[in-house]
């Protein structure tokens, strides 16, 4: 889905995120997913004070409702989602709608449970900067981890499945991070490049070898939670493998974190 005519850039932001969120909402594997982990810690929830952040259309924030938590707050930031939560929310007594950034968000009681989904493609390209900027703590935090892992993809492999590539697009997307480039790759022979958890804040910057003849890099991540793997991202339905031209044997990456978005830069070095 893509916006044609011109509009207002913080209306345009707003409407882009939206179609963003429609997607992922249609991904059943990834709602599965994050359910089953919420069900496997209900006793976490039951009577106790609980915070989705980034609640969108609010549906994990009505499961943890009907898991008996206590108190929920549904927090949103867009303006236009936070009227569809609202509504559908309104029949729970225990959910409280806030339309508000996370990072500004702080509410009265302590907060026991903190539910988020802030995770990328990249795995840090989205929001999950924002878990170290707020304004309250919580005792608990689902999930508390994730992986970045990288594919190598041979040029001829492309030649016998796309019709319109040639050798240029190399030079093309040389230091670019295309999503969906190659719509027919499977994920798979892949490297662990990044491991995080939540305890520990993640570095901003990354230098990283990937010493192996190939002629692209493929990039996905991984959920996790106390260091078991919930969703791996490739298995989903809505989530995009990133690729970009290997030329060289190391890269530097760097997020950078700027007004509830993460900015990615990215070069060969």
């Known amino acids: ?6 509009l207002p850039e913080k209306k345009r932001r707003e409407i882009d995120d939206f179609l963003t969120f429609i997607g992922i909402y249609e991904d059943k594997i990834r709602e ?19 915070v989705e952040a980034g609640a969108g259309l609010g549906i ?7 898991l008996g938590a206590k108190k929920v707050y549904a927090v949103e930031e867009s303006k236009i989602m936070f009227e569809f939560l609202r509504e559908n929310v309104k029949n729970y007594r225990n959910i409280i709608p806030v339309n508000e950034k996370i990072e500004k968000f702080k509410p009265e009681e302590k907060v026991d449970l903190l539910f988020h989904e802030f995770y990328g493609s990249m795995l840090f390209d989205e929001s999950i900067f924002s878990l170290y900027k707020l ?9 508390d981890g994730g992986r970045l892992w990288c594919m190598f993809l041979n040029e001829k492999d492309i030649l016998k499945k796309d019709e319109i590539y040639t050798t240029k697009w190399k ?3 040389k230091n670019v991070l295309v999503f969906d ?17 939540i305890k520990k804040k993640p570095d901003r910057e990354f230098v990283i070898e990937v010493n192996r003849k190939a002629d692209f890099l493929v990039f996905a991540s991984e959920i996790t939670h106390k260091g078991k793997s919930i969703l791996k991202t490739w298995k989903a339905k809505n989530w995009a493998l990133v690729f ?11 997020f950078r974190y700027l007004d509830g978005y993460t900015k990615v830069n990215f070069r060969w070095i």
């Open 60 to 66: 994990f924030s009505i499961y943890m409702a009907e």
């Open 32 to 50: 599965r997913a994050l359910k089953k982990l919420l069900y496997q810690n209900r006793n976490l929830i039951k009577d106790k004070i609980c």
């Open 135 to 143: 304004k309250f703590k919580s005792i608990n935090i689902i999930p």
């Open 181 to 197: 480039l190659f719509p027919w790759v499977k994920f798979k022979n892949h490297k662990k490049i990044i491991d995080w958890n």
């Open 171 to 173: 030079e093309i997307f």
């Open 244 to 254: 970009t031209p290997k030329t060289g044997n190391k890269f530097f990456i760097k």
């Open 1 to 6: 889905m893509e916006i044609l005519n011109e």
